[in-house]
């Protein structure tokens, strides 16, 4: 079994910073990649920003330049930097690992970024 667990987010004003982490731990096997979406108030969950196991990396339209998704030292270990928040940044963020055993979400975590 596979546990992810996050952590980072909270009430932020435009132009600030924050810092996700994500940890997945258990039976993680390999060749997978680690994902961070995002669900506004009202609207469907959405792909921001995800790392492959080979270290190459997507991000959405709306995030690039922006954040950074990079990968800890820890094993399994993935963070999502993200600099000159905007109000429509707003909503849960959540972490998806993808393996050999399926997907696996985070509980998710808040963040608020007030104008």
């Known amino acids: 079994q596979v546990q992810v667990v996050e952590s980072g987010g909270g009430l932020v004003q435009a132009g600030d910073s924050l810092r996700h982490s994500c940890v997945a731990s258990g039976r993680t096997g390999s060749g997978h990649h680690i994902g961070w979406f995002r669900q506004a108030p009202g609207k469907q969950r959405e792909l921001a920003a995800l790392?492959?196991?080979?270290?190459?990396?997507h991000y959405a339209d709306s995030v690039k330049g922006r954040f950074t998704i990079s990968r800890g030292n820890a094993k399994h270990t993935v963070y999502l930097q993200m600099h000159n928040l905007k109000p429509e940044d707003t909503g849960v963020y959540y972490c998806?690992?993808?393996?050999?055993?399926?997907?696996?979400w985070g509980q998710g975590t808040q963040v608020t970024v007030s104008s």
């Open positions: 998806e690992f993808v393996g050999p055993v399926g997907t696996v």
């Open positions: 790392i492959n196991c080979d270290g190459s990396t």
